[in-house]
Each structure stands twice: as structure tokens, then as C-alpha cells.
């Protein structure tokens, strides 16, 4: 499944497309010094296939090489990261201690 993640800054959303459909999104607010990862929905239809970590994946990547921090207060996107601890260096600093437990 070929999946293409877009910033569409009207919605404040990162949007994954599968063939030019919304398959599922990261919704976000920006903060200060950062920027807040609030909610990850995925369609019913693309469930169970890796949508939602390729999304939370491709977003992470595309923050860190900007060097942008990220809030995450989405429970997919702690639990992504939590499971993945080479993401903890895109989290805020005031944030890792809590993601970086066993």
C-alpha cells in the first residue's frame, strides 16, 4: 500500500492518503515551542493495514529533519513513540522522562 502523508495547515492536520483518498490523520496545534500531536484517527477501511504508524512515522521524521519538537498528547503517538525510543529525541525535553519507561 503505497501511502502519501500531506501537511494540510487549513485543518491542522498531517493527512495520510492512499490513492488521493484520506485514509487517517494526526490532528495538531502549534505552540511556542513546539508542536502539539492532540488526536489519530484512521479510516475504518484502512484499519490494521499500518496507516496509522506510517502516518505518526512519516510526521516524526519530517519534524525532526526540520528540527521541530513535538508535544505528543495523542495516546497513539505516545505509545508509537513509546515503543519506538528513537523518537524520544523529537519530543520536547520537558517530555521524554515520561515516554522513556520500560
Known sequence: MDIEVVDAP????????????VAGFVEYRNR?????????????????HGVGSALVRRVLDDFRSRG???IPTCPF?????????EYLDV???RGR??????
Open 32 to 48: 511556542r515551542d513546539a508542536i502539539e500531536l492532540v488526536h489519530t484517527e484512521v479510516s475504518p477501511a484502512f484499519e490494521g
Open 68 to 70: 521541530v519538537a513535538t
Open 91 to 93: 519530543v520536547v525535553p
Open 10 to 21: 487549513e485543518a491542522h492536520r498531517f493527512e495520510a492518503r492512499v490513492d488521493g483518498a
Open 77 to 85: 503517538v505516545t505509545e508509537f513513540i513509546r515503543r519506538h525510543r
Open 97 to 102: 522522562a515520561k515516554l522513556d519507561t520500560d
